[in-house]
């Protein structure tokens, strides 16, 4: 069955040094992935998709995600951490059933960023 | 855009009332979500709607639970009668959507509605 897997419940960084979230994907074809980042009280918001093409993917906030096949995952990384980034992160996997899809969610990752 | 609006945005009840909560999408959009949120589980799918005709409600946790959409711009999720282990936030979320198929729609989720139930 298709899943998704964020090994990493939490992650602690000082602002502006370099982050890397991790997301591993189960899915026979070719996946449809997302990044979701939820701030603290609010909704879910898209950082950014990937559907196919080129698999270094440009988002939102300073974001990108690079898609790799041969490791099924689609980590998320950003340069230099801002303490507005201190947030939780999803990763999601679009799965095909029934002649819809729907989005099925990692764990998350909570980000906290040391000043 | 307002974005997909909810309603309460906290809610707190005792257990064995009812209690209803409010969504309206993004107008235009096609397809309705709801999702609970609890530490236990994450982000779980409890519905959705397609032009207002639930496609799916498998994820829906027992006849407590029920959800309607009687027009493109409200839908209503209620749970009759509450109990504590309902606490959880609940999200509405919208998406242009195509009936069937496969749609890569982004999804655009509301500000949640944390319920409460004592």
């Known amino acids: 069955a298709q899943s998704v897997t964020q090994p990493d419940i939490h992650i602690t960084v000082s602002e502006g040094a370099s982050l890397e979230l991790r997301c591993n994907y189960s899915y026979g074809a070719t996946p449809y992935l997302f990044w979701y980042v939820q701030s603290p009280g609010q909704g879910l918001q898209l950082l950014l998709k990937?559907?196919?093409?080129?698999?270094l993917v440009q988002g939102i906030k300073g974001f990108e995600a690079e898609f790799k096949r041969s490791q099924s995952s689609f980590n998320l990384r950003k340069p230099s951490v801002h303490w507005s980034d201190a947030a939780e992160y999803f990763c999601?996997?679009?799965?095909?059933?029934?002649?819809?899809?729907?989005?099925?969610f990692g764990a998350g990752t909570r980000l906290a960023v040391h000043p | 855009d307002a974005g997909v609006i909810q309603s309460p945005r906290h809610e707190v009840t005792e257990m064995g009332q009812e209690v209803t909560l409010r969504c309206k999408p993004i107008?235009?959009?096609?397809?309705l979500f709801w999702y609970r949120q609890t530490m236990m589980r994450g982000l779980e799918l409890l519905i959705y709607f397609n032009n207002n005709v639930p496609i799916d409600d498998s994820g829906m946790p027992e006849d407590r639970f029920s959800a309607k959409m009687p027009n493109a711009s409200f839908s209503t999720l209620k749970i009759q009668p509450s109990e504590p282990r309902d606490s959880a936030v609940y999200f509405c979320a919208s998406s242009l959507g195509v009936a069937g198929g496969a749609s890569t729609d982004t999804q655009y989720f509301g500000p949640g509605t944390r319920l409460t139930v004592l």
């Open positions: 990937y559907f196919s093409g080129d698999t």
């Open positions: 999601a996997v679009v799965l095909f059933s029934g002649g819809y899809n729907k989005l099925i």
């Open positions: 107008s235009g959009h096609n397809s």
